[in-house]
């Protein structure tokens, strides 16, 4: 088990390059290539590091974003919550007390619990209407069935009054007779 309090006084760096076993956390990417990996746009990446979603992400000396294999484990976090409904706000409440350190770790958790709830109401109310959809697929399955059944017998319909000889002819045919 990790110990996490022995990670105080240590950067974000130094403890990720611990907890990555070394040098997996030591590769540096670009935006540009965050951008590639993670399929978040250049301005998206921007916006999170204004709005303080990636506090992690240290600068080159000219002011170029220098990301790691964490900071995209983090990007793939923040993607996660976003994706499932969690607002930017409660994501960056999180990662505020993620930088609190442990003392934190109960709130932490609770966001989590919240999060869960509000996914699985969602979950229902998603197969609620699931059902209603895929009912509605059933009538339209058979409406189209009928249809075609009713399609196909006007065409034989039509097909018997066609090869039928008309009244006039067959009223000539049989006078002829």
Sequence with gaps: MIDFDSFLGYTYREKTAVLWKGEASMNIYTI???SEKTGLSIYTLRY????GLLPFVERSESGIRQFTDADLEWLSTICCLKDTGMPLK???EYIDLFLEGTSTLET???IFIDHRVRLLK???ELEKNLEMVEHRIQFYDEACAIYEARKRENETDKEEKAEAP???AAKKIKNAG
């Design 166 to 168: 008309e009244p006039a």
């Design 48 to 51: 999170y590091d204004k709005e």
């Design 32 to 34: 540009k290539e965050v």
């Design 108 to 110: 932490r958790r609770q």
């Design 122 to 124: 969602k979950i229902e």
């Design 90 to 92: 409660e994501i960056k």
